[in-house]
Structure formats: C-alpha cells, structure tokens
C-alpha cells in the first residue's frame, strides 16, 4: 500500500481493488511504466528524441514512428506512464494545460452547451468565453457542488460537463461519483480537471468520469521547469477523435519538456506525501493564528466537505488559503515579506509559493463578482512545496500581524536565522 495517505486510515480495501486492475503499485508505475531500457541503445533512461522526423525502412515499412507531431518515443513513454497512474488506457500529451483543454473542448461542435463548475481555472474560463464562444459552444457556469444546478442547467444540447475538484483557490470539492451517476444517465461526456489532485489522491475515472484533464505544469512535472498538459481517458470512441485533434490542431509538447515531466513524475508518490505533510502543519498552524479569520483546506475537520474529501480522495493535496484580518493591507504586508513563500502564479513545485488571487489570478473578475464566491481582498493561497515545515512556518509566522494577547502554540520555539541572512 504505497499511494494511502498517512492521515486516512480507511482506503485499504478501496486501495487493493484499484492497485490488482495493474501489475504494481502507484510509486512503482511512476518509475517503470512507459520507462523500459531504450530498445536501441539499453540507455536506462528514456532519451530525448530530439528529431523531427523517423526514416522509413522501406516504403510502407516504419519502426512505429513517422512524423515527431504525430509521435515521439520521449512523449510516448510520457504518455504511457500518466495513463497508467490513472489507471486509463489512453493518455495524449499537450502542450500546455490549456491547449489540453481545447483538445478536449474540440469534442464539440458549433450549437453544443458545456455545463462547467464556476470556480474553474482562470485560463480554463477565458479559453471558453473568449475563444470557443466564438465558434458557437455555449458555457453555462454552475457551483460545482450542487448537483440540483447542474441537472437544471442541462438543455437539449448539453453534451459535457466540465468540472476540477479541489477548486482553486479556495478547495471546494465536487462528488465526482455523484455527478458521474448524473452525466452517465443523460449521457454527457464528464470532464474532470484533475490538476490539484494528481492522480495520487484522486483518480476521477475510476469515480466514473469520462476525461481527465491535466496542466503537468503542476504536481506532474513539480519543479516549476515546464509548461505542459494531458488528455486521459479509458473511452475508445472518445480517444481516437481526442487523438485526431491533437494532431491536426498541433498544440504537442517537444521532447525536452516531454522528459523533464517524465523526471518529474518518478517522484510523484515521494513528493505528494511531503506537499501532504507541509499543507498540513502549515494549515493547522494558521488555523491557530489570531492573525488569521478562516482556512480553507479538504484535510481539516473543518472543511465543510472533509467528509466527502476523505470518501473520494486518498490525501488532501498541497495547496491551502487563508484568510488575514485586515483585508488587503495585511494580506499585501504577508505576501511581500515572506523570504521562502516565493510570490508567484502557480502551484505544485517543491519550492514554495505564495499568492493573493484578488489582484493575482483572480484580478480580471469584478469585486463584487468575485467576493459573494469567497475571494475577498484578504484571501491568501499558499502551494507548500517540500522544504521543512518548520522553516516554512517560521517564515509565516515572522510576517503575520502579531496580536500578543494570545500566543499560539504551534509556532517553533527555537530562535532561527531568517533565511535572507544566512545566505
Ligand atoms: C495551471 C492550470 C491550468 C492551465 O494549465 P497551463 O499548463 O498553465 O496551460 C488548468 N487547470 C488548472 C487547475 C491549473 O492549475
């Protein structure tokens, strides 16, 4: 049992099932699958196959690969390998998380309705509204944890619902299992945006989803090196018109960047457990803080929807949000003096990273738009990468608004060299 986390003691049975449908465990997979010893050279690792073009042996007669758009050995074991830890059969790999998702959106035709969880990612929400619009999709955006709006907004010419759980930035969760019985029903293609999760803690095929979507930017790739995205799904039908617009559209990763995810991805397993591990004491810490008037993270008793975090999730990822009193001064005041929390847009690499979605990610939305959904000027959203947890700590607990009525007891006791000093 490699992939339960350490903080759920129930997914043993849940765990067994999913790991006899392939050979090896997750962290084993993540290492091996798709990653043979090159059949031409025994290099132990995968080579970049840096080349454009595969030479024929005779006419009609190829080694499996023709054109480098179509396919590369680098990105096919990249492919291979993401399938595998979803425990899917198909996966294709894009350029970018977004260029994912138009693959997936190219499913669709002019007049076709998607119905789409309102808090999905940025990018995700101006690629529908700004560029498939214009070619006729319609986007109905619904709370992704109210399965009565999501039957209510399904027209005549609904055909997809589009979801990510844990949302970003504030971690409400869909019940992928609940909404799959919905979609399978009405026969709509259930997408899941699967980036905060990883397959480590959630696989949403296995709940019943139809598509996975990944920016491997994030956890997949986790260190902050790349730009890339997949497509995964177990749907035959679904893979081979997923594979055509992937390669008539163009939008694939090069095979740099394409071993650089496949680096990344061995130590999946290794590095989840410590985002998991960091998020924690991190989040435990700030819900102890006078400084501090909410948090939101799945794994906290807390959590309006730990319950359901705990039934479809085996670990509850490394992203939490806070929010400071003191609005958007105090918020500012933390994410401008933190030393190890870097202060940038994205997530899920080892080093630390910290942001403030009001002016950030979440910029473009209009306050009154974006407040009654949570993200008020105090909001903070912190990616705990894998540093110390106690460094990580003291670097918050140095920027956030003293209050010396009351001392928490969290906080590391030693006196620490700030880390800007050391260095
Ligand atoms: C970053 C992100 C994307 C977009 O991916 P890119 O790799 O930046 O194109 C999509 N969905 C989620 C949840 C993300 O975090």
Redesign the pocket.
């Known amino acids: 049992m490699t992939n339960c986390s350490t903080t759920q003691t129930d997914c043993t049975t849940q765990e067994t099932v999913v790991e006899a449908a392939r050979d090896y465990s997750f962290a084993t997979r993540a290492i091996h699958d798709g990653q043979e010893p090159d059949s031409a050279t025994g290099a132990l690792v995968t080579p970049i196959y840096q080349t454009s073009t595969f030479v024929l042996d005779e006419l009609g007669v190829n080694k499996g690969f023709q054109y480098a758009r179509t396919h590369n050995p680098t990105r096919s074991a990249l492919e291979e390998c993401l399938a595998s830890l979803e425990n899917a059969k198909y996966c294709l790999a894009s350029a970018?998380?977004?260029s994912a998702?138009a693959t997936v959106i190219n499913l669709l035709s002019a007049g076709d309705h998607v119905i789409v969880g309102e808090d999905v990612?940025g990018?995700?929400y101006r690629l529908f509204e700004r560029v498939f619009t214009r070619y006729g999709i319609t986007f109905t955006y619904i709370d992704g944890k109210d399965l009565d709006a999501i039957e209510a907004a399904i027209t005549p010419q609904t055909k997809m619902v589009w979801l990510?759980t844990p949302t970003?930035p504030l971690l409400r969760l869909a019940d992928l299992s609940a909404v799959a019985a919905i979609t399978k029903a009405r026969k709509l293609i259930f997408v899941v945006?699967n980036?905060?999760a990883t397959p480590y803690f959630q696989r949403p095929i296995e709940l019943g989803a139809d598509v996975v979507v990944h920016?491997t930017?994030?956890y997949i790739s986790g260190h902050s090196d790349i730009?890339?995205?997949a497509v995964i799904t177990s749907n035959d039908q679904l893979f081979e018109v997923l594979k055509f617009h992937n390669n008539a559209v163009g939008a694939v990763p090069g095979p740099f960047d394409c071993f650089l995810a496949l680096r990344g991805v061995k130590t999946l397993a290794l590095r989840m457990r410590e985002h998991e591990r960091n998020a924690f004491a991190v989040a435990r810490f700030l819900e102890a803080h006078p400084a501090i008037e909410a948090v939101h993270y799945p794994g906290l008793e807390s959590h309006p929807q730990h319950e359901l975090a705990s039934k479809q999730m085996k670990g509850y990822g490394g992203v939490v949000a806070c929010v400071v009193k003191g609005g958007l001064d105090a918020a500012k005041q933390v994410v401008n003096n933190t030393k190890l929390f870097q202060l940038a847009e994205?997530?899920g690499g080892v080093k630390s990273l910290i942001c403030h979605p009001a002016t950030m990610t979440h910029a473009p939305i209009p306050k009154e738009v974006r407040e009654p959904l949570g993200i008020v000027d105090g909001l903070i959203r912190l990616s705990l990468g894998i540093e110390d947890a106690n460094d990580l700590i003291a670097d918050l607990e140095r920027v956030l608004p003293r209050d010396t009525s009351k001392t928490t007891t969290n906080a590391p006791t030693e006196k620490r060299i700030p880390v800007g000093a050391a260095r």
Do not use: M
Request: hydrophobic content about 30%; aromatic content about 10%; proline content about 0%.
């Open positions: 970018s998380g977004l998702a990612y990018g995700v990510e970003n945006d980036t905060f920016s930017t994030k730009i890339g995205g994205s997530l």
